[in-house]
């Protein structure tokens, strides 16, 4: 049974950083591609970014482009997201999602951690 377990959530003021971790566990993931998406009060599971166990490549969405950076860890099974100038509207909880095939949709995502808030303050 895949688990993503992720950290590294907190209150940061606008302009600032945070990074998250998500160590994943229950098998080898490669050919998967693991990622990242938020979810604001009120508002669907967004996609943020995402990264290929394997091969590496990364895809994000536009409006976190140029301010954060997926990576990740094949020795230790985790996978980073690095946060810098973060904005108001950043704030959000952050799940960290594992597929067998990328994707940007939530619905297509069968396995999600439990979420960390990231609260972004002005």
């Known amino acids: 049974q895949v688990q993503l377990v992720e950290s590294g959530g907190g209150l940061v003021q606008a302009g600032g950083s945070l990074r998250l971790s998500c160590v994943a566990s229950g098998r080898t993931f490669d050919g998967y591609t693991l990622g990242w998406f938020r979810q604001a009060p009120e508002k669907e599971r967004e996609f943020v970014a995402s990264?290929?166990?394997?091969?590496?490549?990364?895809h994000y969405a536009d409006s976190v482009k140029g301010r954060f950076t997926i990576s990740k860890d094949n020795a230790k099974n985790t996978v980073y997201l690095e946060m810098n100038n973060l904005k108001l509207e950043d704030t959000a909880a952050y799940y960290c999602a594992a597929s067998a095939i990328p994707a940007t949709e939530a619905r297509f995502i069968p396995f999600w951690g439990q979420g960390t808030q990231v609260t972004v303050s002005s």
């Open positions: 990264v290929v166990w394997k091969g590496g490549w990364t």
